[in-house]
Structures are given as C-alpha cells and as structure tokens.
C-alpha cells in the first residue's frame, strides 16, 4: 500500500524548546485518522510541519515535495476560519482548484459542483461568505478543500463550533471520502464522534505520540487519565462504539 | 458573479477611461476648438496648435492615465495581498522614498539643471526603498516584518525630507518642494512619459500573474500555501512590482494620495469581491479617477494652480468616509 502521509522522526523546535519530538505516522488510503490530544499537545504544529508550513528536523513525505505538487496530493483546511473578503460561496469554493492550474474549466466546475452538493451549500452559493453563519461558514470551507480533490485531506479541527447535525455530518463526509480510498487525517476535540467514525486515533502528549492505533486501543483508562487527565465510559452497544467522558482526575 | 458581468464592467471603465482620455486631451485653459485640436494632434495644422496638443495636453493625458492606472492597481494588489482593505501603495515606503529622491533632486538644483533630474533622482530613491526592504524583509521574512519595514522607510523618509525642508537656505526652494510633494500633473512633457514607461511596464510585468495567488490568499496564508502558492517568491514580486508602479508614478507626479486605498473599496463589490478580478477593474478606475480629477482642476480654479494630490485627497477622504458609513449601516 502506497502511503498517502509518510512521516519520520518529525521534530519541531521552538525557541529551543521542542513543541513536537520523534513523530512517526503513515497515513493510507481508506485510512480516517483523528489526532486526539489536550490544548497545546501539539497537534497544530505536526498537521503544519506534514504540510511543509512549518520548518521542521526529520522527513515529512510532502513537506520534500514542491509546492505545487503538494497541493495536489494534500489539501489543509487550517483552524482559523479566515475569510478576508465578501466573496460569493460558489467562488470561495473554486480557490480550491488553484491547485489544478491547467485544468480545463468543465473539470474545474464539476469539481465545485461535486463539492457544494456534497456540503449542501447550493441554497448558499450566491451568498457572500463573510455573511454566513461559523457553521455555514466552516461547510464552505471543507468544500474548498474538497474541490481541491487531493488523495489526502488535512483539517485542524475541521468540526469546532458546529452544531451537533452538521459535526455528525461533517465527520460522515470524512469517513465516507475514506471509505472511498482517500485519506483523512483531522485533529480533533469530540472524543465521542472520533471514536464512532474514526478508522484509526493517535493521540499526541507533550509533542509526542501516546497511542497510536483503532478506537478501543487508544481511549483506554490509563491513556485518558495520563494524557487527558479525565475518566470516561467507552462500550460498544449496538449503535457502535460509545464514549462518554465522566470527570476530571484530581 | 458571472464571468460576463465582470467583462462588461471592464468595458464599461475601459469606455469610461477612453472618454476621460479624450476630454483631457481637448479640455484646458487655451479653449481650442475641438476639431482643430484633434487635426493637429494626428496631423498638423497650426504650429501653436501643434505644439500645445503634441507637447502639453498628450503627456498631460497619458501620464493622468499612466499614474492613475498604477495607483489603482497597486492598492488593488496591496489590499489583496495583506487581506486588509485598509492597505495602500505607499505601504512598503516607496512613494515616501522616491519623494525624499525628489526633493533632495530640487534642494541639489539637480532638478533645475536637468529635466530628467527630477524623476531619475525619485526613482533611485524608490530603488533605495526596495533594497532596504529586501534586506529588512527577506525572502524568508514574514508579512507582519514587510509591513513594519514600510512603516520604518516611511518614517525615515518623512523625517529626511522635513530635515531637507529644514535646512532649506531659501523660501523659493522650500516652497518648490512643498509644491510638487502636493502632486501635479500640469507642465509634464513626453520625456517624463518616457521616463515613467519602461519602470512602470517592469512593475507591470512582475505582477502580471499573481492574480491566482491573491485569490488563495483570501483564506490565509496556510490554505494559499497548501493549495501550491508560493507565498516567499510572491512576496519579492509585490515588493519589485508595487514599488516600480509607485516608484515611476511618484517620480512623474509627486504624491497624489487615496486613489490606491478609494478605487479597490469603489469597486471591490462590483467584481464579487476577488482579488484577482479586482486588479485590472481597479487599475481601469484609477485611471479614470485621475484623469477625472486632473480635468478638474483645470476646470475649478484655472488661474490658481489648483494641485491635483490636494483635490484627490479633498474629493477621496470624504467618499471613504462616506464608505465606511455604508458599511457600518450594512452592520459588517
């Protein structure tokens, strides 16, 4: 299986101080990865570093790429929402086909067409982004990223700030890009919603990775409680496998 | 924002700035007739007529369409770049360095014993401000560092030319600076033309594609860079291209201020808000303004020298304040 993220003894160093230390992580096709870990863990500074944003020791697959190249193997979707002008949703959508500049324009409007239906935007296409809602807003922007049409997609916390519908949505439309032999890799905070509709977790502690592997193995007692802090309740019923943090370990 | 909106909008400022051209061209204090004057501008005709077509009102013309055009397109591509709307061309401190050029260019008498003096002094200065700029900024340097670097020459530009004023050994000299810094179009020649064309061509030149990556970085710099723009070689394109236009324009015209920070906000709407889209409409819009305003003061205070930077500042600070005043009832 060709990997669509390799990384290798990444490390970022900041003021002298290491932010993120000896990370290792393929990411394949199918593969929907959540990047679980408390504030300041590092999850930022690793999606940043994979992507080549960041100066960093150690080899990231598409960080040696050339910039052009990356942008049709990965797509980012950063955590600032930034939009810095009124621009109508359909053309915010069609900036993630800069990436294909020699494109022709049929393929360039199918893909933002596949992207608005995919994220319901069609009734939101002619508004102007700035206008929008954080949540419709957030919709526009994973649409962005789709219309890119990269194997790989990268979002820092692509689900923060949605209401409870568009999240299950939202990680919905992730796992069914996996299921289709794309790869996903998000860093997320719903420790619930990663483990009913993530494929794999890494949890990341102090710039390091504490756990790497599916669901049941990674949220278990001593890897919630040492890096996290808390207690919760995981059983799979029926519906899938059910996580519900409980407390604060004193 | 349909792609044939955008071309008919286009045609119109394009129209707009013909017409512009043309009323320049016939309208001035010698009140020739029409046909006469057109006559000897492809022709011949009257020798006197000849002359004040051919020599006056021509470069008067294209330099009102020269500067206006760079002026627009530069805030265009300022504004896009910072993702600030409140961004303008002097920014990086070339118009700032390429005045201080000019000044000293009087202040030496450099300028009076040479025509070229003036401008070729203005534009080393810009070139001045772009070296420091690169050095200051580097290609690996960050937004924030080429905002404060414009900031520093800016200021370092300003405190050198009140100190030439300062200095200044007699009123006829000092009031000859203030005068040109105030930006004028009247009295220019072909030479000036000449002068600005091939800087303003190179600026033009640099910044001929970046539409695209203007348009990525409307979500910030992370997302542009992942989508393949490579933010380090835009910046130097910006730098070289914006200080070339605003370099050459300064040279030819002295400061005229607001057209690069009013034309993007007039027309940022009308092009559905794109960076890229916004470049060509404001550079056709900038030339409109400046032509508008150059025919103006002719028109308003013919025997007054009226400046034309005094009358675009007079007409743009109360239309941006108007702007805001929209805005902040549209509750943005």
Known sequence: MTALLDLQDLGVCRNGRPVLERIGLRIGAGEFVGLLGPNGAGKTTLLRAALGLLPAEGRSSLAVMGNAERARAAAFMPQGREIAWPMPVESLVALGRIAHPGAARAADRAAVQRAITALHLEDLRHRPATELSGGEQARALIARALAQESPLLVADEPIAGLDPAAQIWVMRLFARLAGQGGGVLASLHDLGLAARFCTRLVMLHQGRIAADGPPETVLTAANLARVFGITAHLARGPQGLLFQPLDIIP | ?332
Do not use: C
């Open chain 2, 1 to 332: 924002m349909t792609a044939r909106r955008y071309h008919l909008l286009l045609a119109g400022l394009s129209a707009l700035v013909l017409a512009l051209f043309l009323a320049s061209l016939l309208i001035g204090p010698a009140g020739m007739p029409l046909g006469a004057s057109l006559a000897a501008l492809f022709g011949g005709g009257e020798d006197i007529l000849v002359l004040v077509m051919r020599e006056l009102r021509l470069p008067q013309a294209l330099l009102g369409a020269m500067v206006g055009a760079a002026l627009g397109l530069t805030g265009a591509v300022m504004q896009g770049f910072l993702r600030n709307p409140l961004a303008e061309p002097g920014l990086i401190g070339t118009s700032g360095s390429a005045a201080l050029g000019a000044v000293l260019a009087i202040h030496t008498g450099l300028a009076a014993a040479w025509p070229l003096g003036l401008p070729l002094a203005a534009l080393a200065g810009a070139l001045v401000s772009v070296l420091v700029m690169l050095l200051l900024a580097g290609p690996r340097g960050g937004t924030l560092v080429l905002i404060l670097a414009g900031i520093a020459i800016s200021a370092l530009a300003g405190a050198a030319t009140s100190l030439v004023l300062n200095l200044s050994p007699n009123p006829f000299a000092a009031n000859e600076i203030v005068f040109w810094m105030m930006g004028s179009l009247a009295d220019r020649s072909m030479v000036h033309v000449w002068t600005a064309a091939p800087f303003m061509a190179l600026g033009l030149a640099l910044l001929w594609r970046i539409g695209p990556a203007l348009d990525a970085l409307t979500l910030g710099e992370d997302t542009a860079a992942s989508a393949g723009i490579r933010l380090g070689r835009l910046r130097l394109a910006i730098v070289g291209g914006v200080a070339a236009l605003v370099g050459a324009a300064t040279a030819v015209a002295g400061a005229i201020g607001f057209v690069g920070l009013v034309v993007p906000h007039m027309l940022r709407r009308a092009v559905g808000a794109s960076p890229a889209r916004l470049i060509p409409a404001s550079a056709l819009g900038g030339a409109a303004m400046v032509l508008a305003a150059d025919i103006a003061v002719r028109l308003v205070l013919p025997g007054r020298d009226l400046k034309l930077g005094v009358l675009t500042a007079l007409i743009g600070a109360p239309f941006f304040l108007h702007l805001i005043l929209k805005t902040r009832r549209q509750g943005l």
